[in-house]
């Protein structure tokens, strides 16, 4: 018999409330019951959220390392982990695809579980569509603490206007920390709306961004990331507008980063070709990354996530 999942936190309806108030909405909103063994477990909703398919209470702090990333640098031959999530302290990570496994297993001294990126439960969990979809959101690409970008704003404005109508009405869906710089006052000005899933420590954030990206009939964006992956998995059609974007790092340690961006501009060419729906080549691709193939069912995580705990008895999964 199907084990059954549960359904969404947080609803369609809410998640189009919280619109109205995008100040609130960026505003750091910590989870209730924080990880207490690596609080970045519960970034982008991520630790909250295998907690919540698993039927693990929300105050329980999670025994290992839960990857965010999608792409690990291949550097001299050898995908490379992040040095934050290589922590002797967590000796666990729950590998988030192929890459991320050889990346841990490479970094040494780790037992590494793969379970998919935390992204695919959530999607599992989503209920039937409340309403048809309409209209694009659109992705810019995003600065992080690590890296600065430069694109042409204007031009960009130019090129969303210039769209064919069945892409019309576009929103333009922010990033918290580029909505603190101010980078999508250009587009309100323009008279865009500008809609966003949160903060990265609001452990609604994954929510709303599938609730975000179902309402629309295409998504769009200046590069490849995990919002067009997430769409492939749901089935919403993907195009790349051909937009030069400058990235610059700010720390030299944190270098790798380009190899990490080359790689997925080379991924660019599967989507600059409109379509009615995502195509088997980016369907593959979306599963490549987001590791599908790993997913595990509510029983199974739920025994790896009881097994992780200090006072388990130990085995081999």
Same mark, same amino acid.
């Given at each position: ?68 990333? @999608?792409? *690990?640098? &291949?550097?001299? $031959? ?11 302290? !967590? #000796? =666990? ?122 309402? @629309?009939? *295409?998504? &769009?964006?200046? $590069? ?11 089935? !919403? #059609? =993907? ?79």
């Amino acid at each position: 018999m199907p084990e059954t999942t549960p359904g969404p936190p947080i609803s369609l309806a809410q998640t189009w409330a919280d619109q109205a108030d995008l100040e609130g909405l960026f505003q750091s909103r910590r989870p209730a019951h924080r990880d207490r063994v690596y609080p970045p477990n519960d970034n982008y909703g991520f630790g909250p959220c295998l907690r919540r398919f698993a039927g693990i209470a929300p105050e329980e702090s999670i025994h290992a390392i839960v990857p965010h990333g @999608h792409n *690990y640098p &291949l550097i001299d $031959g050898r995908r490379q982990a992040p040095e934050q999530e290589r922590i002797d302290a !967590i #000796p =666990t990570v729950l590998a988030s695809s192929d890459a991320c496994l050889e990346a841990f297993r490479n970094a040494g001294g780790k037992r590494v579980i793969p379970i998919g990126l935390a992204s695919l439960y959530a999607i599992q969990c989503l209920e039937p569509a409340e309403q048809p979809p309409a209209g694009s959101l659109f992705f810019r690409c995003h600065s992080t603490g690590v890296t600065q970008l430069k694109l042409d704003d204007d031009q960009l404005i130019r090129n969303l206007r210039g769209l064919p109508d069945r892409f019309h009405p576009i929103r333009i869906c922010a990033y918290w920390r580029d909505w603190d710089l101010g980078e999508y006052e250009p587009f309100l000005a323009e008279g865009f709306q500008v809609v966003g899933a949160g903060s990265h420590c609001d452990p609604l954030f994954i929510w709303r961004h599938l609730h975000l990206l179902r309402s @629309h009939r *295409y998504v &769009l964006s200046t $590069g490849v990331s995990s919002h067009f992956f997430h769409a492939c998995l749901l089935g !919403i #059609p =993907t195009l790349i507008l051909p937009m030069p974007v400058q990235r610059v790092i700010r720390y030299q340690n944190f270098a790798w980063k380009v190899q990490t961006y080359q790689e997925m501009l080379a991924l660019r060419s599967h989507f600059q070709v409109e379509r009615s729906e995502p195509s088997r080549d980016q369907r593959a691709l979306s599963e490549l990354f987001l590791g599908s193939s790993h997913q595990r069912s509510p029983s199974e995580l739920k025994q790896i996530l009881n097994s992780l705990r200090p006072q388990a008895s130990s085995r081999t999964l």
